[in-house]
């Protein structure tokens, strides 16, 4: 907390951001502002309420600190930044960005709030750092609305994949140690967010939906035709590492993928990979584009949790 201190004007929420994060990290069974003061030992919510809503702080500049802590305490030049969104149910309508919108909490779509945050997953360990607010259009076009629940003017509508590029772009401009950006479809199917990391000289896997576009030498397909078109001989099967339930990747599992070149530069080839066709359900599943300018084969995983490895020499 001392590294974050003088980001406070004021010695109270000074102390109550210290029992906030207290509270954040304990085993409490449900996290709010009357759990969180009352693990402060606090009679009622009114001082964290007062904290996140009115006391004067510099969130920006505390999730630099942050950052800059994480970096120090697990740098990794081999560091995946990681994209993700979660969401939080809500009962009414008047929580910033709330609206009946698919949140990966309930598995359906839901009355939620939705946030993307960024983690930096290194060898020793992973933290998020970096959040932001998905703030639908239903509040963005309503401004008397916005205004009502103390957002500045003139915030503009973002995309969740337009949230996660700013986010990796500050992070990356900061100095933050990382070689590869990872996420899931609504990230991956995305193509300004796939740029913007070729441009950046950074790689990528990233989920695409398997009737996404893949263009090569050979023309456009779609992943779930490019996979087919790969022979199984061309794919070694690799474990993913041990998971919760074990060992993963030890069964028969979806067919594997392709490998094809879609670009090149002065510095080295571009390349793209997607994998998981579902042999059951080809519609649905998703594949994972890969991207590097400097490595002679591609790995990602495939929809059953199998590292996949393709040869170069390959031609879709």
Partial sequence: MSRIAGRFARGDPRRRARHLVSGL???LPRKNCWTLAEHAGDATPDGMQHLLHRAKWDADAIRDDIRAYVVEHLHDT???????????LKKGTETVGVQRQYT?????????????????????????????LYVPRSWTEDPERCRG????????????PQLAARMVARAL???????????????GDNPHLRASLEDRRTGY?????STHPLVTHAGKFQAKDLAARIPKRAWQRLSAGTGARGERGTTTGPRSTFTAQSGASA??????????????????????????????????????????????????
């Fill in 25 to 27: 990290l304990s085993d």
């Fill in 78 to 88: 081999d560091a995946v930044l990681v994209v993700d969104e979660t969401g939080d």
């Fill in 104 to 132: 990966g909490t309930a598995g359906r779509i839901e009355n939620a709030q939705v946030a993307v945050y960024l983690v930096y997953s290194a060898a020793h360990g992973h933290a998020a750092i970096d959040r932001a």
């Fill in 267 to 316: 510095t080295g080839a571009c390349w793209s990979a997607a994998t998981a066709e579902q042999a059951n359900s080809p519609s649905t599943a998703a594949s994972h584009p890969v991207w590097s300018h400097c490595l002679p084969w591609f790995t990602w995983l495939d929809g059953d949790g199998r590292w996949r490895r393709h040869s170069r020499r390959a031609r879709a």
């Fill in 149 to 160: 629940a103390g957002i500045p003017d003139g915030l503009a509508f973002a995309t969740k």
């Fill in 173 to 187: 401009d900061a100095g933050t140690p990382a070689r590869w950006v990872a996420g899931a479809e609504v990230y």
């Fill in 205 to 209: 896997v990233l989920a695409v939906s």
